[in-house]
């Protein structure tokens, strides 16, 4: 196993990677449909930071040929944070590597923890879990798929933030709690917005992929539950949007489930009267001119500059895709959380100002996020 570098602010160059076209449930950037940038240097290395912070007294724990992890002692009474990521992973290593530099650029700016951060696959997951414990870890971030997640739930002791949804199937432990970017949530909180500005008669519209899919169904379950009844629900089809058009001039909003080349060409086709709502998946970054005046909602880290977790916090030097920065932003919260974790009492209520949204923590140890809302050209805040 290739030995992990130091923690430090190491420069690689950034080139794109083919878009994701699987659409499984277990991994965070194929189950959100997102391209990203890849790390040229091997998985497992760090994007460098846009402002050179003081390196905090954190640790990477070693995985030689033995198994035997080495760290150094751990600071008196500080808290020990174990960031257990498959960062050499061929398939996931770049999202960890990600998610990872998110973790580390907290640390360096709060220095309220160590970290103590291992590479883990399925494979030696639960036992590099156990060592990291017995190594003196408060808490855990990680792992980052559902199958990863599900195979380490039974062995869960010290409170442990996963990175992604947990599984129906997973064993219950009161200290496995879930932070995840699922799109699932966004969709319900958008019907939330439509029904709080007043939508009483929308028209969602759906393309045929798998995430559009998801997008769309979680959008009609919670407008029924919200407005007591069913929205309107239209397949998008390119080919001929006539139907569409005519219903659209019956509604009183337009709701996209769509990806952004779809949703451009819709909203390009509708008269500017016409109301249109979206998710974060449409916020990529750019002008977005054939968008322009989409209400959409998207986490804190782009839509307010001014939030001061955002001023805080260092943004890679050079530009992830608006998707993979997401991954970023979601391991500054996720050290936040470990933070409060580590400090609570079991139990007690668990809430964060994040970059990622407003974070409490509901059901089933659950994260849920509340976005801001903006409008594209422009992200005005309203």
Request: net charge positive; hydrophobic share 45%.
């Amino acid at each position: 196993m290739q030995r992990l570098t130091p923690l430090l602010l190491v420069g690689v160059l950034l080139t794109w990677l083919t878009p994701v076209v699987a659409q499984t449930p277990d991994y965070i950037i194929q189950s959100n449909g997102a391209p990203m940038r890849a790390l040229v240097q091997p998985p497992g290395q760090t994007p460098r930071l846009a402002t050179p912070t003081p390196t905090p007294t954190a640790v990477r724990a070693d995985a030689p040929a033995s198994g035997a992890l080495a760290v150094k002692p751990a600071t008196r009474g500080k808290i020990r944070i174990g960031v257990i990521l498959p960062t050499e992973s061929s398939a996931l290593g770049e999202a960890a590597a990600v998610v990872r530099s998110g973790v580390e650029a907290a640390a360096q700016m709060d220095q309220s923890a160590e970290l103590y951060s291992v590479d883990a696959t399925g494979d030696n997951l639960v036992e590099r879990y156990r060592a990291a414990v017995a190594d003196g870890v408060n808490v855990v971030i990680g792992p980052l798929s559902r199958e990863s997640i599900a195979k380490l739930a039974p062995s869960v002791t010290v409170p442990t933030i996963a990175l992604n949804s947990i599984d129906r199937q997973a064993a219950a432990n009161p200290k496995l709690y879930s932070l995840s970017l699922i799109v699932e949530g966004e969709a319900r909180q958008l019907a939330r917005l439509m029904r709080d500005d007043g939508r009483v008669n929308p028209l969602l519209v759906v393309g045929g992929d798998a995430l559009s899919q998801r997008l769309g169904k979680a959008f009609a379950d919670e407008w029924r539950a919200v407005a007591g009844k069913p929205a309107r629900q239209m397949a998008f089809d390119a080919n001929d949007m006539t139907p569409l058009l005519q219903a659209a001039g019956q509604a009183d909003a337009v709701a996209l489930a769509l990806d952004v080349a779809q949703a451009a060409k819709l909203k390009s086709a509708l008269t500017p009267d016409v109301p249109v709502y979206g998710t974060s998946q449409l916020n990529v970054g750019g002008a977005q001119a054939e968008l322009a005046g989409v209400r959409f909602i998207d986490m804190p880290w782009f839509l307010m500059p001014a939030h001061p977790a955002v001023q805080r916090y260092p943004h890679p030097a050079v530009p992830l895709t608006r998707q993979t920065e997401r991954l970023y932003a979601l391991g500054i919260d996720a050290y936040r959380l470990a933070v409060q974790l580590a400090v609570s009492r079991p139990g007690a209520a668990v809430r964060l100002d994040g970059v990622t949204g407003d974070l409490k923590l509901g059901r089933d140890r659950a994260f849920e996020r509340q976005l801001p809302a903006g409008v594209m050209g422009g992200n005005a805040l309203q």
